[in-house]
C-alpha cells in the first residue's frame, strides 16, 4: 500500500475499516503531517545503507516513509492489535519486520543481536510520551550499537536534554542525554500535526552518539549517582543536599568540593558536566 497513510482520509478509511480504537494510555498519537515526517527522516540523515530500528509504528506512517528511504527496518509495537492494520499498510514493502512487544521489556541487546548483526543501528520514533526517558535512556546505558536517535518527544523534554547549566530546564535527564551525545532540536511541532491531536506540543530531537562520553570519569555509576543526588533538592548548595541526599559527611565533601575547585555556595545546577566530572571523581578520592 503506497498511498500516504499520513493523509487523515487515507487514515480514517484504514482505521474504520479495521474498526480501530485509540488508546490514549499507550500514547497513540499518529502523525498527519508529511512535513513533519520528512523533517524527521531528513534528521536521520537516512540512506539506503542504514539499518533502522523504530518503536512504536502505530498503522505504519512513520514506517512507510523508513522503509522508502533506509535499507532495512524493525519496528517493536506492543498492540497487538495493530497486527492486521500493519500487514496491510507495509504489504508493499520487503525490507520491514515487525516484533510485536514491550520496548522497555524486551531483551534489547540479544533484538541487536539477531536483526541487526553487531551493525551500528539508527533508532527513529515517535515516541509514547509516557515513557520517552526510559526508552532512550536504556539504548545509551545498555551500550548498544546505537549512533543516532532522533524521536519526537514532548516538547518540554526535549528542552530538558539540551539544556544548559542555571536554567530551570537542566537536570539528571540533560546530563544523562549529553554524557552519551549531541542534543539538536531538529523541529518544534505544533498538536495539530496528530490525531487524535495531544494536549502538548511536541519537538523532534535528534541525538547523535559521541565516540566517547563527553567526560572522563573514573567511575561512571558513582557519576551518575552524584549529579542525581545534587539535583534531587536542586535549591540547596552542594554540601547541603549532597551529604543529605548521599550520605556522606559534609566535612568530606567540602574537601572533595576543594580538591574539584568548585566553590562550595553554588548549587548542583550550575554545574557543567565537566565539573559534575571532576567533582565526581574527588568524591570517589575522599571516600577511597
Ligand atoms: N509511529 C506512529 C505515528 O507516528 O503515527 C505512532 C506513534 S504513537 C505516538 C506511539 C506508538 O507506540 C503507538 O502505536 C503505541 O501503541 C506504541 N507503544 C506504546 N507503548 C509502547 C511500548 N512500551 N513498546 C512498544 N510500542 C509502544
Redo the contacts with the bound molecule.
Sequence with gaps: MKERLYKPSVMREVLGRHGFHF?KS??????IDGSVLDQIAEGAELSKDDVVLE?????G???QVLCERAGQVVT????RG?LPVLEETLSDYDNVEVVF????KLNLPQLFEEKFRGKEVKVV????YY?TTPIIMNFFEQKLPVERIVVMVQKEVGDRMQAVPSTKAYGTLSIAVQYYAEARIVTTVPSGAFFPSPNVDSAVIALVRRDRPAVDVKDEELFFRVVKAAFAQRRKVLPNTLSSTMGIEKGLLREALAMAEIDPMRRGESLSLTEFGRLADAIGEVLA
Design positions: 488508546s499507550l500514547g497513540q498519537n499518529f502523525l518503536v512504536g509504528p502505530g498503522i506512517v512513520l514506517t517493536v509495537e506492543i498492540d495493530l512487544g514491550d520496548i522497555l520514533a515517535n515516541l509514547p515513557i
